[in-house]
């Protein structure tokens, strides 16, 4: 919406705790997801990304796919490396101890004490300022309690709006252009892919996990929806997977 208007957007969540803060293993803060969108062509600069090493639906995922994790994804109830999803989904929702890791990882030599970092300065311009209520004391009373923070800037009050915008255009184009590493088709700038994913899946439509579909079947019936109204024919394969509703 501010990149409409030819405004710099920025905006900031806490979430239920699920994050564990660096050498910690209780989980105080969310995922903590920081977004900024600046103007520019030919496609927007757009940055969207939660403050922890992966969100709770990529746990989700390999839950449903019964697979193991990668192992500096989470921690146990011990603050020990673990590879088990259900195990790290269930302590979260519990409220056991454990999981998942900020961006860098468990330890200071991989950078975790930086996301570590960044997840603080979303609790700072969401929580904080507006002296609401912190990740670790949120989702509690039936109540999610959830902060945001909001900002929009003006690049005119630095100079030239247009001029601004084409400086940068410019440079995300030189980032484009530069060396591949060996292998590497391609450099992305941020906002290329969603926008590019956004257009084939309104052509192909949305791919979804079996189990997801097979869970969505049985909500359905639970709740007496006609699942082939919305979804036709398509019958989920019988996985034996039971839907772990946390």
Known sequence: ??????????????????????????????TNPIAVA????????FFDAGTSVVTRGKLEVYNKKGKPMPGNWAVDAKGHPTTDASEVLGNIAGHRGGGILPVGGADETTGGHKGYGYAMLCEIFSSILSMGTTS????????????HGFAAIDPSIFGDAAGIRKHFSDY????????KADGAQRIYTHG?????????????????????MREIREICEGLSLPFADYFGSY????????????
């Open 235 to 246: 019958l989920p394969p019988e996985t034996g997977f039971k839907g772990n509703f946390y």
């Open 1 to 30: 919406m501010a990149c409409d208007k030819g405004l710099i957007g920025m905006s900031c969540t806490n979430t239920n705790p699920i994050c564990v803060p660096t050498h910690g293993k209780d989980a105080m803060l969310g």
């Open 172 to 179: 995300l184009e030189r980032l484009r252009e530069s060396a």
């Open 192 to 212: 290329e892919k969603e926008v590019e994913a956004r257009e084939r899946i309104l052509a192909e439509g949305i791919p979804v996990n079996d189990n997801t």
């Open 136 to 147: 670790d004391s949120t989702g509690k009373g039936g109540r999610g309690l959830i902060c």
């Open 38 to 45: 600046v103007p520019a062509d030919p496609v927007d600069f």
